[in-house]
Structures are given as C-alpha cells and as structure tokens.
C-alpha cells in the first residue's frame, strides 16, 4: 500500500510538470508581528556616579516604521522628587512611576534619587548637612534622558513633596532655563525668584507643623532654620510668573495620592500648552 501510494504521488508530480502546473503550492507568507510598546522602570547611572529610575518608551521591533516615528516624538519630562527620608528602593520607584504613568501615559517620568542614598535634598536653606549640588543633578538627569529619548527641552517640569519640593521650588527660581514649571505640595522656599518667567502651584495643609503655612523655624542639623511663608514667594518672583496655592483644611504634613494626581494633572496640562 505504502509503494503504491508513492507511485501515485510521482504521476501526479509528474503530471504536473507535463501541464506546467507548479509542483508544490507556494509558501504563505511570513507572519508579521504587530509592534509593542512598553514603558519599563529602568535604573540609569550617570558619569559622576549618581543615578536615577525613569519610565520611558520601549518599541520593538525598533527599526519598524511604526517605532522610529513612535520614538522620534518629542516628549515631556517630569521628575518627581520624594520628601526627606523617603524610600529610595527599586519597589517603592517602580510604584511611583507607574502611578504617575497612569495619569498621563506619554509622558516621561522621571524618579530622583539623592546622593549617595542620604534620602536629603539640598534645596539651599534646607536640609543636607554638607552642601550638594542637586540643582546640577537635574540638569545631568536630563541631558542624560534626552540623549537616549527625545525630550522636548521646554516641557520640562517636577513634583515634589516636602523636602523634594523645596528642591524643585529652588530649580526652577534659579534655573527656569532648565525647567519652569513646578507643583511643590506642603514646602516653601526662601531665595530669590526672578531669574525668569515660572509656573508655580502649591498645595499646603493648614495645619502643617513640619512647614508651618505662615512660616516658622525648625532646628536640623545643629542649627535653626527659618521657613518663609508659604504665600509669600509671589513677592520675590519674576514678572508674569504665576502662582497658585491650594490650601487643605483639617490637613497637616502629609499628602494623600488625590493632591499628588491633582499636582501631575496640573503639570501635565501646563507643559502641554
């Protein structure tokens, strides 16, 4: 049965070249795969050391047509800035930048973490016990960022809270160049302001006691620290800069996920223009 078979299959092979039939049927076409998107939380070191989370675009394949022109779109960075102590593990990161991530899915995030691990920002008046030149951190995260996605350099802004938005308030007073847009929940800042045209928005709990709404001293580090009211940077900042301050009732030093969305969604809009 097996030989007879094999005879019938070489007639009809043979049949088919005598017809100029083709032999076999030609070979389907190879499946394609639809590009993928991904925004993983990837850790980044720089030049000097100091190193960084950021949630930014992953497209493969990445020579598709799709994602060289899905990855040459020009973005908007925001870094957010944890309060004194925060946690700076991979886990707590991660769960930062995917929430933010959720509020606005083409933005590029950016999670800071302090030097060497002391969990301070050096916001000038507050509160490393050296000084630390994190305002030139900013500025090395960016460059860093923009030169492996592309970032558009007038979009750029942070969040942070506490001590981290002491840290952005001053960013943007003393480097508008680098980012001018700021949302600083339950901080202040005590420099001058007017190197150039920001936007600011605050979001303060009336009965903070860590950063008093009115203002008020704190002893770190040995020595007293004296904390300008909240409300009074408008006096100190450039012209047609605007500021805009929430405050909380009933809320003292702590900020529930409700400001921080509020504070992204305001971000987000504000670069967006």
């Not at 092979?13 to 005598?18: D, E, K, Q, S, Y």
Request: glycine letters at 10%; one cysteine or more.
């Amino acid at each position: 049965m097996a030989r007879r078979r094999i005879l019938r299959a070489g007639v009809v092979l043979l049949l088919a070249c005598a017809l100029g039939l083709p032999a076999l049927p030609p070979p389907a076409p190879a499946a394609t795969s639809s590009p993928v998107v991904t925004w993983p939380a990837k850790k980044r070191t720089l030049e000097d050391g100091r190193t960084y989370f950021v949630r930014a675009p992953v497209c493969k394949p990445a020579r598709s047509a799709y994602c060289q022109k899905f990855l040459q779109r020009r973005r908007s960075l925001v870094f957010f800035l944890h309060g004194a102590t925060g946690d700076e593990s991979r886990e707590a990161a991660s769960g930062w930048l995917g929430g933010l991530h959720s509020l606005s899915r083409d933005t590029i995030f950016v999670f800071g973490l302090t030097e060497n691990g002391q969990g301070r920002w050096d916001a000038g008046f507050c509160c490393t016990a050296q000084p630390v030149d994190d305002i030139g951190y900013l500025a090395d995260v960016v460059g860093d960022v923009s030169r492996r996605w592309r970032i558009d350099r007038t979009r750029i802004g942070a969040m942070g809270l506490s001590n981290g938005g002491m840290l952005a308030l001053r960013a943007a007073c003393e480097r508008p160049d680098l980012l001018a847009t700021v949302a600083a929940l339950a901080a202040t800042f005590d420099g001058p302001c007017d190197v150039g045209r920001i936007r600011v928005r605050q979001w303060h709990g009336e009965d903070d006691r860590t950063v008093p709404l009115e203002g008020g001293t704190f002893t770190f580090g040995g020595r007293v620290i004296t904390l300008p009211p909240v409300a009074s940077l408008p006096e100190r900042m450039a012209e047609e800069s605007t500021f805009g301050l929430r405050v909380l009732q009933d809320r003292g030093h702590g900020m529930s996920w409700s400001e921080f969305s509020a504070a992204t969604k305001w971000l987000v809009r504000r670069l967006a223009e």
